[in-house]
């Protein structure tokens, strides 16, 4: 316990971790002020012309629009905004006129515009021609939806699949609700997304280096010396280090999502996951989303570090560990932003590394694992598995130094 309290002191009492925890505030901040600023929504003025107004403008002329239709998303308000929608189109010119009253109901044409790209192209059963909205899909929303994830159903050989599928189905709280300023809040969880990634590279620089300092100034020497002393080192050290991990990740974090709360409000948060991802199958609202993000992320940044340490603890100088770290963080980031691999194996391995672990988020929409006889969510996978990292990557660090 006192070497824990030791190697907490020593943390904490440093200015210069006490500046980069400031740092990170910081970055929390920034973050979400750029993300407000740059906020964007069309306003038409009394000449009909249309200006673009940014920031807090926007954000208030967003809200004005919502408030007009806020609310769940009955089939009546589909009816209505499809009947401005298509009357908005101009044949002659062949463009669609912007006006007052499109950009007010414009929110209520995402939801069947989702159904549009169904998770297989064979589950269409209607057309859209891009130009008009067809009746079914105002009208009929919720039966077309039902009716085309009917046809997904329909491929799947195992029929205890396709129970659990429809179980979840019906535990989807219907009709769908639409929140004010929801648009707003679904492009701050992309936000999100990018601060996590910003908080990874961070940790990267700052863990991958925390036993290889102590070796090269020549405390790990001294510590060392007795038995007690190299028994404790490495746990107190990896202790102390993911309570500073935990610390730099809750800071940038809560800070970015306490100012974009602050603008934007909270109503927008009850939203159905379901507007943007029509064939989700999870009963979830944007809060639950943010949630599932910070905890992935929380979950990710923590066996991140964790493998930091766990290199630093095996590695005579920083720069070969952080060579390491880095290597590893840039051969992720290239599978996954440009090779993006087919292998499904390949793309597993990628979901379940402490970096896809972090952006779970993008795991929310689609089932997975239904070729393996199981209805789960790849997250719930990945969170349970980032945790199993962990405590492996902590337990090889203290084990493989003894």
Request: net charge neutral.
């Amino acid at each position: 316990m006192k070497t824990l309290k030791l190697e907490l002191k020593n943390i904490f009492c440093k200015k210069i971790n006490l500046l980069f925890l400031v740092f990170v505030l910081g970055i929390g901040i920034v973050t979400a002020f750029f993300f407000l600023k740059g906020v964007s929504a069309d306003k038409v003025l009394e000449d009909g012309s249309i200006q673009i107004v940014k920031g807090k403008e926007a954000i208030e002329l967003i809200n004005e629009y919502d408030k007009e239709i806020a609310g769940e998303i009955t089939e009546d308000k589909l009816m209505m905004a499809r009947d401005i929608f298509n009357s908005t189109w101009d044949s002659e010119k062949e463009k669609r006129n912007i006006t007052k009253e499109l950009l007010e109901i414009e929110s209520l044409i995402g939801p069947m515009d989702s159904l549009r790209f169904p998770i297989k192209d064979k589950m269409t059963i209607v057309k859209w021609d891009d130009v008009d909205i067809p009746i079914e899909y105002a009208r009929d929303y919720y039966s077309l939806r039902q009716d085309m994830l009917k046809k997904y159903t329909d491929d799947i050989k195992d029929q205890k699949i396709v129970e659990k599928i429809w179980k979840m189905e019906e535990k989807v709280d219907k009709p769908f609700v639409m929140g004010i300023n929801h648009n707003v809040w679904g492009d701050s969880i992309e936000w999100l997304s990018m601060l996590i990634i910003i908080c990874l590279i961070l940790i990267i620089f700052v863990f991958a280096t925390i036993f290889t300092e102590a070796k090269e100034n020549g405390l790990y020497e001294i510590v060392a010396r007795t038995a007690l002393g190299q028994k404790k080192f490495h746990s107190s050290k990896l202790i102390a280090g993911t309570i500073f991990n935990a610390l730099i990740y809750l800071l940038m974090m809560l800070s970015y999502l306490a100012i974009v709360y602050l603008a934007l409000g909270g109503d927008g948060l009850k939203t159905s996951f379901q507007i943007d991802m029509a064939f989700s199958p999870g009963n979830l609202t944007y809060k639950k989303v943010i949630l599932i993000q910070i905890i992935g992320g929380f979950i990710g940044s923590l066996a991140l570090g964790s493998l930091a340490m766990l290199v630093s603890s095996k590695s005579k100088k920083s720069k070969i560990a952080l060579t390491i770290m880095i290597s590893s963080f840039a051969i992720y980031g290239l599978l996954a932003i440009f090779i993006r691999p087919e292998s499904k194996l390949i793309q597993y391995i990628m979901n379940l590394s402490p970096c896809g672990i972090s952006q779970v988020f993008f795991q929310l929409p689609f089932p997975n694992y239904i070729h393996l006889g199981l209805v789960m969510w790849l997250p719930y996978v990945m969170l349970i598995f980032g945790l199993v990292q962990l405590i492996i990557y902590d337990y090889l660090t203290v084990k493989l130094n003894r």
